[in-house]
């Protein structure tokens, strides 16, 4: 396939796809509808329970109640600031709470606690890269008075993933920290630790599902909660969502999760048209057998909806011959090869 046909192929996601003002719209729902959700202090509280260590032992309550609020009577987080200006760059968090890790005062912070909703998995950039530039954005924005760099709080970033996510990650937690190691003395790191306890001051945890999921015993609580939240499954075996969710937050979770699927058609077509292109680019001119397999795949929806509007074969090859360039003899197979 030419290199204009790949061009055009692009132009057919722009044209096929949501536009870019409706997509903006639909993705500001649903962050809206996620920070409603997961600023819920029982949410959160099931979450902070599977990541912080020193949460693993508490109730639930206990929990909720380390979570800070401008009402200690209030179901929901106070929120810091989701606006992160400094002059350099502006940073637009999604959940962004104070904890308590200990039962002192209420208004002695301890953690702040970062969570993300990421779409994609790999969308265009290391998410990696993004969360330790996040996590290192709050941990740098905290005050600092008279040296007092003992005072930092501890800062956790968790990220939240779903689509275009490789197989052998599916449905795990993986949480990066620093960690003191000395290549002189193999074998005492936890020696270092001890010495040097403020490496534990940041923490990134990638919280990765998957769109299918099937009930695994051995699945982390966050996987299976999170699983039955953007599955609406809160009648079923994976996590007792009684405990948690009650009508009101019930309602709210429908909400996001309708939000949710707003987006996924376009995130699916996009998944696929990276995939398309790169065994496109990744191939000799002559070689066309794989990218027709990653093109008909990309096309199918887009000469299903054509067929679906009573367009002929005759038709909707003039209509690929025109939109994308292609030879009537291209046409015609992608249309044959998605019959099949």
Request: hydrophobic share 35%.
């Amino acid at each position: 396939m030419r290199e204009d046909q790949i061009g055009a192929m692009q132009s057919f996601c722009s044209a096929n796809t949501t536009s870019s003002s409706e997509k903006r719209r639909v993705s500001a729902d649903f962050d809206a509808k996620f920070k409603k959700v997961f600023s819920n202090k029982k949410m959160l509280a099931v979450i902070l329970k599977d990541i912080i260590p020193e949460y693993k032992g508490l109730s639930m309550l206990d929990v909720v109640l380390r979570i800070h609020s401008a009402d200690v009577t209030s179901e929901y987080a106070e929120l810091l600031s989701e606006e992160n200006n400094d002059g350099t760059h502006a940073i637009r968090y999604d959940v962004v709470v104070r904890t308590r890790i200990d039962n002192t005062e209420s208004s002695v912070v301890h953690l702040i606690f970062d969570l993300e909703m990421q779409r994609k998995f790999r969308p265009g950039y290391p998410i990696m890269s993004r969360a330790m530039y996040y996590t290192g954005r709050l941990f740098s924005n905290q005050e600092v008075k008279n040296s007092g760099y003992d005072k930092l709080k501890h800062v956790r970033s968790a990220w939240i993933c779903i689509n275009d996510i490789p197989a052998y990650l599916q449905n795990k937690v993986i949480s990066f920290k620093f960690h003191p190691h000395c290549e002189t003395d193999e074998g005492n790191d936890a020696l270092y630790e001890k010495a040097f306890p403020e490496t534990a001051l940041m923490g990134i945890d990638l919280v990765l599902l998957s769109k299918e999921y099937v009930l695994n015993s051995s699945d982390a609580d966050i996987i299976r909660f999170l699983q039955s939240v953007f599955k609406n499954k809160f009648d079923n075996e994976w996590y007792p969502m009684h405990d948690v969710v009650d009508a009101n937050l019930r309602g709210l979770i429908e909400d996001m999760t309708r939000a949710s699927s707003a987006l996924e058609e376009d995130i699916d077509l996009e998944i696929r048209m990276g995939r398309a292109e790169g065994r496109a680019e990744g191939r000799a001119e002559g070689r066309v057998e794989g990218r027709v397999e990653g093109m008909t795949e990309v096309l199918r929806p887009y000469i299903t909806s054509r067929r679906s509007k009573g367009m002929s074969k005759e038709e909707i090859i003039e209509d690929l011959m025109a939109s994308f360039g292609f030879e009537r003899q291209a046409a015609t197979r992608f249309i044959e090869e998605c019959s099949n």
